[in-house]
């Protein structure tokens, strides 16, 4: 393509049809403005995994806007080509590469090369962006994606207000950050601060990818556009609530950052947090983004402070050891490269909450996830109380279930209810039977739109809904950062114990009983 040419135009949106029937489609959104998305760490793995290929995919299905650049910025002396050249093989690896789709894309792709910490960096790439703008037709609407190391964060939104980057008037600026959002309360706000010299709250989009899975926004839609569970959902009825998001692969090439951060840090501040809110939250007047995160925000409030002095009694805290996954061996923890011989960084923690309202007193929400364990699960269970009078109890013994309210998030988008049933026969024996309604099945072949498509998505159109409001952020800093300093505190006393268990297990054996919970 010559420097001067503009590409041709995106194809028109396939997603914008109407369904048969007739109604506008509600596989996607309108179609957002024409914008430049600029992704800072463009060289990262981030961007190749996940932001690439996310907004490969928008292109290939007709999502993206007509007026389109995509601005790799970075310290690595790449050119423009050198930069299409890596997307291309980044969704070549991803198995997503269709010649006709990429052939149509790659021209709107550019790099910058650029330090982060240098002014003069957000300078020359705001001149970049002007002389785009004038030649693709982008509005001079901005979405600046933060894919670095956090520590780049606060230089970064300062040069690009310093550059008069975060200016809006002619188009929308917004500044989209990555979790982690600071590694403690005081962090957190000191990031915050920095974000806010030049960036109002509602041009900063901070992301949680988790709350973009097709199932975790439909938890909302359950409970809120139905209305058979809304007397079940509180204290009378719900025994207990587990939520466990279970990886199966270790901490692979990420240990540098891993090291840092433990599994308290990197899920449960986040998205252990929020799949929590998803279920204790009231409902909102509105299902607008402030509404929502409002009601929120009051779920962390309530949130029972830990008395330091008896973390065991409500955390279990776990590294894995050597083991096997796949019929393979697979090394321990401290065996994985760049991890410490002696770290005591958690894999896997379990860990046992309250929530002090009216509506879920007495209830505990049960938090689990963990790294290197035998399945790869994202699952919440709405564990319901018993019935009052067993009927049956005299010929079929204590052992009768509970019903559980069981929503699968990985593998599967199911949402399914456990109830007791008659095994057919002239004894009377119970079974325990399942309803289960598969999203993926009743919807084949409509196509889900993936986590980071939607939030890609959603910040081109400027929906805060799915993202972190900053209240929230502190609120949960402030929940667990005394947690963190009690644990990381080297012998402190009462810090809970750090237990071992096998790569390809269910855990610690400490917290069997949790994870039983979950089947
Ligand atoms: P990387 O470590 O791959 O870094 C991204 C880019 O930032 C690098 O290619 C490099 O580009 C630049 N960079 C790396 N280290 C430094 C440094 N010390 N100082 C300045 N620049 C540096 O990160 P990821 O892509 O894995 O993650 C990006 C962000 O997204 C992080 O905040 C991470 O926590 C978050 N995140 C990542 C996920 C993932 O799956 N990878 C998942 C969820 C969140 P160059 O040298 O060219 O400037």
Request: aromatic residues 8%; neutral net charge.
């Amino acid at each position: 393509m010559s420097p001067g040419a503009a590409p041709g135009p995106v194809p028109p949106a396939a997603f914008e049809a109407a369904p048969p029937g007739g109604g506008p489609s509600c596989l996607l959104p309108p179609r957002p403005a024409p914008c430049t998305v600029v992704i800072f760490g463009a060289s990262g793995d981030l961007a190749a995994r996940m932001i690439l290929p996310a907004l490969y995919d928008l292109h290939r299905h007709g999502a993206l806007p007509g007026g389109l650049a995509v601005v790799g910025a970075a310290r690595t002396p790449w050119s423009d080509e050198a930069f299409r050249e890596h997307a291309r093989r980044a969704l070549e690896r991803a198995g997503r590469l269709d010649q006709d789709a990429w052939a149509a894309l790659a021209p709107r792709l550019f790099y910058q090369p650029l330090d982060y910490a240098d002014p003069g960096g957000c300078a020359a790439l705001a001149a970049r962006l002007d002389e785009l703008d004038a030649r693709l037709g982008t509005g001079g609407n901005r979405l600046f994606y933060l894919a670095t190391p956090p520590t780049v964060y606060a230089d970064l939104a300062r040069n690009l207000g310093a550059a008069g980057l975060a200016r809006q008037g002619r188009g929308f600026s917004r500044i989209v950050v990555e979790k982690p959002f600071g590694r403690d309360l005081g962090s957190a706000r000191a990031l915050d601060a920095a974000l806010h010299e030049h960036f109002a709250e509602q041009q900063i989009f901070r992301i949680d990818h988790y709350l973009a899975k097709e199932t975790v926004q439909n938890i909302l839609l359950l409970r809120f556009a139905n209305a058979v569970f809304e007397p079940l959902w509180n204290r009378r009825y719900v025994e207990s609530v587990t939520c466990a998001a279970m990886e199966t692969l270790g901490v692979g090439h990420r240990a540098g950052y891993y090291e840092h951060s433990g599994v308290l840090r990197d899920m449960f501040q986040n998205h252990m947090m929020q799949l929590l809110a998803l279920v204790a939250m009231e409902p909102p007047p509105a299902f607008d983004a402030e509404a929502v995160r409002d009601e929120k925000a009051k779920v962390y409030r309530a949130l029972r402070p830990f008395d330091p002095d008896r973390l065991d009694a409500d955390l279990v805290l776990g590294q894995y050891g050597p083991g096997a996954a796949g019929g393979a061996a697979a090394p321990g923890y401290r065996q994985e490269p760049g991890v410490a011989p002696d770290s005591t960084t958690p894999t896997f923690a379990a860990m046992r909450l309250w929530v002090d309202n009216w509506r879920w007193q007495g209830v505990p929400f049960h938090l689990v996830s963990g790294k290197a364990l035998r399945e790869k699960l994202t699952r919440i269970v709405v564990r319901f109380r018993e019935v009052p009078h067993s009927l049956f109890r005299h010929i079929l013994g204590e052992d009768i279930g509970a019903n559980r309210l069981i929503l699968d998030i990985h593998p599967g988008n199911a949402v399914s209810l456990a109830v007791q049933a008659k095994l057919p026969g002239a004894r009377l024996c119970l079974q325990p039977a399942t309803m289960r309604f598969d999203f993926d099945a009743a919807h084949a072949p409509a196509r889900a739109l993936d986590a980071y498509e939607k939030v890609l998505l959603d910040c081109m159109l400027g929906d805060q809904m799915l993202f972190w409001r900053q209240d929230a952020v502190e609120q949960c800093w402030g929940f667990l950062t005394p947690v963190l300093e009690r644990c990381e505190a080297c012998g402190a006393q009462g810090a809970p114990a750090l237990h071992g268990y096998a790569a390809g297990s269910w855990g610690p054996a400490a917290s069997l009983e949790t994870v039983q919970g979950l089947f």
